[in-house]
């Protein structure tokens, strides 16, 4: 008996491993911009596969780009921007979509289909878009607010906040002096740069996600913002308002792509095409109030979205706005050292 005991005890012992290494498998591992979506989804999601969503986060694509080459198979499901995608599809770092598992991506709007990050559109699925612009306190500023030329109006010394970031901010200054976002020009980035350098006393602070809290509570007049976070800060405060200056801007788009070594493939198929559902698309884009790629989303919002011109550009908004692309690794030394000398700057 006790020979059977034992038998039967290691039987069940192995029963229940098992059982817990197929439980352990039902899992996946997003890699997110903090808040960047409404998380009550992932419980939503769980409750309906029984698959647990594990949640990290990224502050930068840089840091994100470093996480993904240095821990394989640690991320299922990642949200880079844009230009990223280009990189991690030249480095082989991220998988081909199997979208016959991802059938809600049909609702795609249609001209975000095969953009230039992802031209074949196999690697990746829209999840928010938006622009970058100025964020003023109307109290504050009282002249049009339709050019980037204003971030250099001594006017408003100590009352700019200007972002953190080398890709917008630069991005801005070369559109503001007639040039291309994505320029390989020596003389032209020199020349963004030299202007930068100049506007650094008007400026209160270089800054990210804290921004939008600063001028919802009236501690500027003017910043540079994408559009969610202009919009948040507007929900705050009645007194600002968001325009995209008519010398052009950065559209952008945060796609949903799986890691090449990804441990959870379909599990992360599974989630996107969750987050593709129209009604979930809906709850995302009004938790965080930046651009849906999903029509029919648009729809079930209707005019609360539609009619915001700040979440919903017009298209000669959009069309003189530009998509940025991937800096070879030549270039992006000279990028770093030039952004380098603007943070140093006295």
């Known amino acids: 008996m006790k020979k059977l005991s034992l038998v039967l005890a290691l039987i069940l012992c192995c029963s229940m491993l098992v059982v817990s290494n197929a439980a352990a498998e039902e899992v996946v591992n997003v890699y997110n911009w ?3 979506m409404d998380e009550s989804v992932f419980d939503m999601f769980t409750a309906e596969t029984g698959i647990k969503v594990n ?20 991320y299922d499901l990642v949200f880079p921007s844009d230009y990223c995608v280009e990189r991690m599809i030249a480095e082989g770092l991220i998988s081909e979509l199997n979208f016959d598992n991802i059938p809600n991506s049909k609702y795609t709007s249609q001209w975000l289909m095969n953009p230039g990050y992802d031209p074949d559109n196999k690697y990746s699925v829209p999840f928010m878009w938006g622009t970058v612009g100025i964020l003023y306190n109307t109290k504050m500023v009282d002249e049009p607010v339709d050019s980037w030329g ?16 080398l890709r917008d ?13 994505n320029t390989r020009n020596l003389v032209e980035l020199k020349a963004a740069t030299d202007k930068l350098v100049q506007q650094k006393k008007l400026v209160k602070a270089y800054g990210v996600d804290e921004i939008k809290d600063k001028m919802a509570a009236g501690e500027a007049a003017l910043a540079v913002m994408w559009s969610g976070d202009a919009l948040y800060a507007m ?27 990804a441990k959870n493939k379909e599990n992360a198929e599974k989630l996107i095409d969750f ?3 129209p009604e979930i698309a809906k709850m995302n884009c009004e938790y965080i109030w930046y651009s849906s790629p999903n029509s029919a989303a648009i729809e079930l919002m209707g005019e609360d ?21 991937d800096i070879p690794d030549t270039f992006l030394t000279v990028y770093n050292t030039l952004w380098g000398q603007v943070k140093n700057a006295k």
Request: aromatic share 14%.
């Open 275 to 277: 987050l593709c559902r």
């Open 150 to 165: 204003i971030l250099w109006n001594e006017k408003y010394a100590n009352n700019i906040f200007m972002m953190d970031s």
């Open 55 to 74: 949640k990290m986060y990224f502050t930068t694509n840089e840091d994100m780009m470093v996480q993904v080459r240095v821990s394989p198979g640690a």
């Open 34 to 36: 903090y808040d960047y």
């Open 235 to 261: 929900e705050l405060n009645e007194d600002l308002a968001y325009a995209v200056p008519k010398e052009g801007s950065n559209i952008w788009v945060d796609p949903m792509v799986i890691p090449a070594t």
């Open 169 to 181: 901010t630069m991005g801005l200054t070369l559109k503001y002096q007639g040039y291309s976002m």
């Open 305 to 325: 979205y539609t009619a915001n011109s700040t979440i919903n550009p017009a298209q000669d908004v959009i069309e003189r706005c530009e998509w940025f692309h």
